[in-house]
């Protein structure tokens, strides 16, 4: 399609600012970024659509423009949601790079011009191929009962004979095509989740092909197409724990590029239902925080108990009894520490806490998780009496089996500079015992932190031998336990100003990472291998041991 023929259709609110001899371009696909540099997921030809949060100054807009005219973008799109008016020296830049820019009305969500591009584009190159994107259209705007996108896949099979899956960034099938056969196995979604997130990690360009078993599967990434998606995204460690996967039975490097181009448009339709799904995990989210909030804050457990009972039927609708709870914390970190983690965290955990056993998005709908900084805390509803598959009481969530399928996956994900720990509370059944349980799941991802490994878990069970039972060890030996760790330390930072048990406590809290250790002390970081040195030979342990780790945890957690 052309530029000039945007420009005619009234619905989709475009106002031209500069680039009129430029009208009669073709539009090959539509992409909507607000990264800074978005080359990467560029093939020519796009209309790109931006919110603009990629702007911080005047000078910013000079390079990215360069950037799309280099990509050889079609035409820039910009959000007036954010700023109002365009600034002028995007305007500028535009015109400088011979690249037409259109001004979106703020009252015109991006998805309604995706929608649009993607049918109009698909219908004219694939030709016949046209009545199966309008039928998705429809499909995906239909709301839920038009089937979602099980229903879309089911049409890629009977209009174009492919077999495909929707998975989720930890392998979980999400949806898949009816006419499929059996499902994905465990082991193939882990493989070709973890194949994806190596290759998004690397910056390669998608579709990805992975061969599992003697089959050949293309993988195509569903990013989020919503105007606010991307606003903050700078850097892939932001959103690729997050991303769903499209994965088709078949070789995608033989395709020609209408084919390529008609499941690009899948894509972009199944990522408008993506955004519609995280839309609706906004009330689940709301109410997380707002309980969390209240347990934090030392809030009278009347009113935390009033805040339950709002959430229980929003969580475990038709549900008579009032549930049990459990708390579980995640934190995802990365060297450096210069990305927020809570976000990516999120995700991650309303994914995770979904049986790995059961398709489809609507199992979340149970799941309530808030994040602050670099940790997400899920607040998750239990039937008062909790069964497994064969009908035997179960304790609710175990640590390590939240874990069983996704660690691969994941682990590939984080990619060497990454790592998720994940701690599980005990079930409580009142109000009165939310915050216990929270400073418990506290507890248990740190026992997980001190453990090798990107991605590890830790439940409440390992935690009795040790901080539950302190109330309970006698004053004399706890006063004993600490003196013989922490007074070596505390009489030399009084005669050197060492400050030792301050940088023992922040290596601690860092679990042990030598990077996010020294930046947060301002440190060199040989300045901090020197002063841990110095601990290990005042005291006689080695903080590199699990078992010292804990000791000195629990001895400063007395004190």
Request: proline share 5%; glycine share 8%; charged share 25%.
């Amino acid at each position: 399609m052309r530029l000039r023929a945007l420009l005619e259709t009234d619905a989709l609110g475009l106002r031209l600012l500069g680039g009129d001899e430029e009208l009669d371009r073709t539009v090959r696909g539509v992409m909507t970024t607000d990264l800074r540099d978005p080359s990467r997921y560029l093939s020519g030809g796009e209309l790109v659509l931006t919110g603009l949060a990629w702007r911080r100054d005047a000078s910013d807009s000079e390079p990215f423009v360069r950037i799309l005219a280099s990509a050889g973008v079609a035409a820039l799109a910009a959000g007036e949601a954010e700023l109002g008016d365009i600034p002028d020296d995007l305007v500028s830049a535009c015109v400088r790079h011979r690249l037409p820019l259109f001004a979106v009305n703020e009252r015109v969500a991006f998805a309604t011009i995706t929608e649009y591009v993607v049918r109009q584009v698909s219908g004219e190159r694939a030709g016949d191929l046209a009545a199966v994107v309008d039928r998705h259209r429809r499909l995906m705007t239909s709301g839920p009962a038009g089937g979602g996108p099980d229903v879309v896949l089911d049409l890629l099979g009977t209009d174009l004979d492919l077999r495909a899956w929707v998975l989720s960034p930890a392998g979980r099938p999400i949806a898949g095509t009816s006419s499929a056969g059996a499902p994905l196995s465990d082991e193939v979604c882990a493989t070709l989740a973890a194949e994806h997130l190596a290759a998004a990690r690397t910056g390669r360009r998608g579709p990805h092909r992975v061969t599992s078993h003697g089959t050949t599967y293309s993988l195509f990434p569903i990013r989020s197409s919503g105007r606010g998606a991307t606003a903050a995204s700078r850097d892939v460690r932001e959103t690729v724990l997050s991303d769903w996967l499209l994965a088709v039975e078949a070789d995608a490097g033989d395709w020609p590029e209408e084919r390529l181009d008609l499941l690009q448009g899948v894509t972009q339709l199944i990522a408008v239902e993506r955004d519609r799904r995280d839309a609706a995990r906004t009330v689940r989210r709301r109410l997380a925080q707002e309980v969390l909030e209240l347990v934090q804050t030392g809030a009278a457990p009347a009113e935390i108990a009033a805040r339950l009972r709002v959430a229980a039927p929003v969580l475990l609708p038709g549900l008579g009894a009032a549930p049990h709870w459990q708390v579980v914390v995640a934190r995802v970190e990365w060297d450096g520490g210069e990305i927020e983690g809570g976000p990516v965290a999120q995700s991650l955990l309303e994914e995770i806490l979904v049986d790995p056993h059961a398709a489809g998005p609507e199992p979340s709908d149970r799941i309530a998780v808030a994040h602050t900084g670099d940790e997400a805390i899920a607040l998750v509803p239990l039937p008062a009496v909790t069964t497994d598959h064969e009908g035997a009481e179960h304790p609710g969530l175990i640590a390590d089996s939240l874990l069983e399928t996704v660690r691969d996956p994941l682990g590939a994900g984080l990619d060497g500079d990454g790592r998720l720990t994940l701690g599980v509370s005990a079930s409580v059944h009142s109000a009165e015992g939310l915050r216990g349980a929270l400073e418990e799941a506290r507890h248990a991802r740190r026992v997980a932190a001190a453990r090798p490994g990107r991605v590890c878990a830790a439940g409440h069970q390992e935690l009795a031998s040790h901080v539950l039972l302190l109330p309970f060890v006698p004053d004399d030996v706890r006063r004993a336990f600490t003196a013989r760790l922490l007074d070596p330390l505390r009489d030399y930072d009084r005669r050197h100003r060492a400050e030792l048990i301050p940088t023992l406590e922040a290596f601690l809290d860092c679990d042990g990472s030598w990077t996010r250790c020294a930046t947060r002390l301002h440190l060199h970081v040989n300045t901090l291998r020197y002063r841990v040195g110095r601990i290990e030979q005042l005291t006689g342990r080695d903080l590199s041991r699990l078992e010292d780790k804990l000791d000195f945890f629990l001895a400063l957690r007395i004190s």
